[in-house]
């Protein structure tokens, strides 16, 4: 990716918009985020007692498994502002300021890692090393994160929505820099390619991925074996 994609989630993410994240992401996504969110919750089983959200956020995904029996989750973000709006939902066991490259567990200490709309910014290789060490065996990981869809018609639409989510900009200015600057971000992703070759090369088995919403999202799942 030709973007410095770590330095633009620290701005994209910011002080200024922790506070109407979760407003934000419900309304731009037409109520689409809690479909994705779902369907990665729907992975989880009880028998996944210890889980990881890298890149928690507010702690919204928090509450698709409230009526999963897990003992432990924990939460690690970029941003502290958005790791005290995950606090106030009281849902996590501990929560920590950390990136997804470095995460300051020890080794084997998960059952299920989840994540949603890290994989783009992330640096996959160094990412899929560190979940590798601290999940443990047979554990289960689950990415969600937006994509640039392959579909003549969908690409004319979402290309149309983003030129809406620029004008919106002007309006919420804590927002402006994202809906400026979210599209570029996604087209050049290779999330999806790079995240399944990386999860093999690392010997993750049952390696899955389903897209979503005409292809402008997709989950991808995988088990430690």
């Not at 606090?87 to 300021?97: D, I, V």
């Not at 090393?129 to 003549?152: A, H, Q, T």
């Not at 290779?190 to 010997?203: F, I, R, S, V």
Request: charged share 20%; glycine share 4%.
């Amino acid at each position: 990716m030709i973007l410095d994609a770590q330095s633009i989630a620290k701005k994209f993410f910011s002080n200024q918009n922790a506070s109407s994240y979760d407003r934000i992401v419900k309304y731009t996504t037409f109520g689409r985020d809690s479909l994705w969110k779902q369907n990665i919750a729907n992975h989880i089983t009880p028998a996944h007692k210890y889980i990881l959200d890298i890149a928690c956020g507010t702690g919204i995904f928090s509450s698709f498994i409230s009526n999963i029996s897990y003992k432990d989750l924990i939460g690690v973000d970029l941003t502290y502002s958005y790791i005290y709006n995950a606090k106030a939902k009281r849902r996590y066991s501990f929560l920590a300021n950390s990136i997804a490259e470095f995460l300051p567990f020890k080794s084997e200490s998960f059952d299920c890692i989840v994540s949603c709309y890290l994989a783009k910014y992330a640096k996959i290789s160094l990412m899929v090393d560190e979940i590798w060490r601290i999940l443990k065996k047979g554990g289960l990981v689950v990415f969600s994160d937006f994509v640039y869809p392959l579909n003549k018609i969908m690409r004319f639409l979402w290309n149309s929505y983003f030129h809406i989510l620029k004008v919106t900009g002007q309006i919420i200015k804590s927002w402006k820099y994202v809906f400026y600057n979210l599209d570029v971000v996604i087209k050049h992703s290779t999330w999806t390619q790079d995240l399944k070759m990386a999860l093999e090369n690392k010997g993750f088995q049952s390696i899955d991925i389903k897209y979503y919403t005409g292809g402008t999202a997709a989950i991808i799942s995988a088990f430690k074996i």
